[in-house]
């Protein structure tokens, strides 16, 4: 039920009124912010040193959870790993390309 305000509906009515229905929909998502999350054993995710990096989905977050604005505690983990490998890898490339 909560998850049906962040969706623009069926293709018909928001070709009638697409200003109104994009308008309210743009505005559900203003909430969510990763600054608002938690991760599911309560760690608040503004606290988090990764914060600028992270790209969590928060509607992934939710089917996944259940609730929205809590991110599982695995996909944080998931999502540190992939973001440290990719910063291990840049630090790879651009110090080969200095010497």
């Known amino acids: 039920q909560a998850i049906k305000k962040f969706s623009f509906g069926n293709i018909y009515d928001f070709i009638k009124d697409h200003k109104d229905i994009h308008k309210k929909v743009l505005n559900a998502y203003s909430i969510l912010r990763n600054d608002y999350y938690k991760t599911t054993d309560n760690k608040k995710c503004y606290l988090c040193e990764n914060l600028k990096d992270c790209r ?33 890898f840049k630090k790879k490339i651009y110090n080969t390309n200095e010497n």
């Open 56 to 88: 969590m989905c928060p509607l992934n977050g939710a089917f996944y959870t259940g609730k929205i604005g809590f991110i599982g505690t695995w996909m944080c983990k998931a999502n540190k790993i992939k973001n440290n490998s990719i910063g291990s």
